[in-house]
């Protein structure tokens, strides 16, 4: 599976952006699929998953501004974020594993395949 990440751009405070992360490769509806971020300077940090059974799960921080959706006939993870914050700056990544019906995983490392990341900067 390769993965493409993009959709980032710079927003004030309060503004919406939608990320969208494309996949290559058969099968793709068995996949779990994560979007994680790195702000400079810190570690990568997990936003929200969604696995094959559609579960999901959100970090605190982003609960209720953020969405994760999944279209598999388009082999496309979308991740809308609204009211965003000068907090949420960082390069969003996506990442995919094969299904193993485990429950979400919230790990980096338990992550196969990775996008190139995408830049989200939020002024304030």
């Given at each position: 599976v390769q993965l493409q990440a993009s959709g980032g751009g710079l927003v004030q405070a309060e503004g919406s952006l939608r990320l969208t992360c494309a996949a290559s490769g058969r099968t793709f509806s068995n996949y779990d699929v994560g979007w994680f971020r790195q702000a400079p300077g810190k570690e990568r940090e997990f936003v929200v998953a969604i696995d094959a059974s559609v579960?999901?799960?959100?970090?605190?921080?982003?609960?209720?501004r953020f969405t994760i959706s999944r279209d598999n006939a388009k082999k496309t993870v979308y991740l809308e974020m609204t009211s965003l914050k000068p907090e949420d700056t960082a390069v969003y990544y996506c990442a995919a594993v094969w299904s193993i019906d485990y429950g979400i995983r919230r790990r980096a490392a338990e992550y196969e395949y990775w996008g190139q990341g995408t830049e989200v900067t939020v002024s304030s």
């Open positions: 579960g999901i799960e959100y970090e605190d921080s982003v609960k209720g």
